[in-house]
């Protein structure tokens, strides 16, 4: 299948966002004073995947090993900036007011960054329009067509990937070793700006190996979940949503 595209500069990928940021563009966006979220997953620990399995393998390179009770488990944490209304770059005639330091994922909007994704034109916030066959060929046969958008794409997961050892690291300077459960939940922190920058720098200009193995829990809102954690031999927490926990589920403690 081939998809053509046209951006028609609308604006909406700019409004209720949640973009996903590298250690580097997360601290250009927080020395400016715009907030950034660290949102913390955990998965049990898995065997090395199959080198041909692009995203078991993108999973594998982008966590950290850790120990929750006697559970292996590999720990991902990510950079987001997270607004209800308008990006506070969106200028008044929809344009971008930081478009050369924009993040990557805006660079790349409407492809999915993530490994294997394939692009579904209905899920995107794009309108009819931005889709009309007669535009420029953005994906066929599932592959991007565009080169460049390739070669950022493929920046912003090495990012990601070479970002994991120094938010380890922002883990112990934070001290949190809370996790939600993948594909459940993510534990969710809003250090102030300032802080952040300043802790994204040192994290990755400090051996910061001081506390070598530290237990970590799996917070969830789903008691089955916490009881079958704790089964394992791992640890967990129920919480309500909110609080630091974003859930996918609704509350069942
Ligand atoms: S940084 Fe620019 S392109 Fe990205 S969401 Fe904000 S206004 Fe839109
Ligand atoms: S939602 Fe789509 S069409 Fe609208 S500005 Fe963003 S990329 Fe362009």
Redo the contacts with the bound molecule.
Sequence with gaps: MTVH??????????IGLKLTLSIDEAIVWSEQGRPVQILIEARPQFDAPDPEDELARFELERTFPAVCGDLPIRVGMVLATAFDGPCPNLQPD?RCGQYEQRPRICRT??LPARPLAQLEPAS????PE?WRSDLPVLTTGGEIADEDMRSIIADHRRALIEDAPALQAVSKLLGCFRAGLADEGFVVLSPAPADLAKGLRRARSEEMSQISKPQWTYVTNRRSTAETLRAGGGMAELVPAGHGYLAGFADDL
């Excluded at 595209?5 to 700019?14: L, V």
Aim: net charge positive; aromatic share 12%.
């Design positions: 595209f046209g951006c028609t500069q609308c604006g909406k990928c700019c929809l909007y409407p995107r916030l794009c309108p931005a």
